[in-house]
């Protein structure tokens, strides 16, 4: 089994996890456990390797009630490129429309013969209650503003790739923080590798709450600019918003935009990343986007391995516990 990709090792003794519901609960050991494994099928994908057997005969079900591209397709093609099959659920032609639930639906779905889903949902908290429910691994692909795990995974990834040794590193983490689960998981991962994280935005989408997690907060861009080694870029979510939370997106690209001119004033390596989808000329202007000091597209083809890495240890820890 091992011998399709002998750099991978023996599986994790120390790897214990049958979900991936966040990075909160994940201790340092496991989270280097993570992206060393997803550093591996990266450095694969380089080489050519891209079709492996780790996974034949597994299915998995992605279970999206929220639309998605990056996300929702790079976890398609992580489960086949392992070897799995993979069935794209689509809430609004199945039996939710009848009054199902969604507990109900994954149990049928279980039924089916499923291993594992890939869960994406508006409320937070319904991939652990589905991890209660239900005996199949559960990965969460984002819970309303709680956590998006494997976002989190791939931005650190990228930022050990072009940086090293996050220890000691400032990561600054811009824009529509209140409805942010990707600055959650960038924040637990990152302070458990040793950086210190800052959150900034507007004083209507930051608050002083970020504190209780050790984060620092900023209402300025322009102030932490010079401290920072990495800028994440996080979009404007106009679709969870009843009210706007500034006068107009010009003002905020003004105040919080990253263009050419701050990208002069900050550090000469400064790494500018950005979750995506992105709003040219509102977070980032095309220059910046796609510049030497973007790795935009370096996290996309991270987040395939990742997310194989994902699949493939959660896959192997319920099994050890299913055959306990």
């Keep these: 089994m091992f011998n399709e990709l002998p750099e991978l090792g023996e599986f994790p003794e120390n790897w214990k996890r049958m979900h991936l519901l966040g990075l909160e609960d994940l201790t340092r050991e496991e989270l280097l456990i993570l992206l060393d494994k997803a550093q591996v099928f990266r450095t694969a994908f ?29 976890f398609s093609l992580a489960a086949q490129r392992l070897g799995a099959s993979c069935v794209a659920f689509t809430a609004s032609t199945s039996s939710l429309s009848k009054g199902e639930s969604v507990v109900d639906t994954a ?29 199949c691994s559960i990965i969460n692909a984002g819970d309303g503003a709680h956590e998006h795990p494997t976002q989190g995974l791939l931005d650190i990834l ?18 529509d923080i209140a409805h942010s689960r990707v600055a959650r998981s960038n924040a637990w991962g990152l302070k458990k590798l040793g950086a210190h994280v800052i ?3 507007p004083s209507t989408l930051v608050s002083p709450v970020w504190k209780e997690m050790g984060v620092e907060f900023s209402h300025s861009l322009d102030a932490i600019l010079p401290r920072v080694d990495v800028l994440n870029m996080l979009r404007i979510q106009f679709e969870r918003q009843y009210t706007s939370p500034f006068p107009s997106t010009r ?13 002069r004033r900050g550090k000469s390596d400064l790494l500018v990343i950005a979750p995506g989808p992105i709003n040219r000329g ?12 973007s790795a935009i597209l370096d996290q996309v083809s991270n987040g395939l391995a990742v997310r194989m890495a994902v699949l493939w240890l959660t896959d192997g820890a319920r099994k050890r516990i299913q055959n306990a």
């Design 46 to 74: 380089d080489e050519g390797r891209r079709k492996f057997s780790f996974l034949s005969g597994h299915t998995s079900v992605t279970l999206f009630f929220e639309n998605s591209t990056r996300t929702r397709t790079s």
């Design 282 to 293: 509102v977070e980032l202007t095309p220059e910046v986007a796609d510049g030497p000091q």
């Design 251 to 263: 003002e905020y690209s003004l105040l919080f935009g990253m263009n050419s001119e701050r990208l």
């Design 158 to 175: 990228t930022m050990r790739q072009r940086l090293g040794s996050l220890e000691g590193k400032t990561v600054g983490v811009v824009g």
């Design 199 to 201: 959150v900034c935005g």
């Design 107 to 135: 149990k049928n779905l279980e039924a089916m013969g499923c291993e594992s889903m890939v869960v994406r949902h508006s409320t937070p908290g319904i991939p652990h209650l589905l991890a209660e429910n239900v005996n």
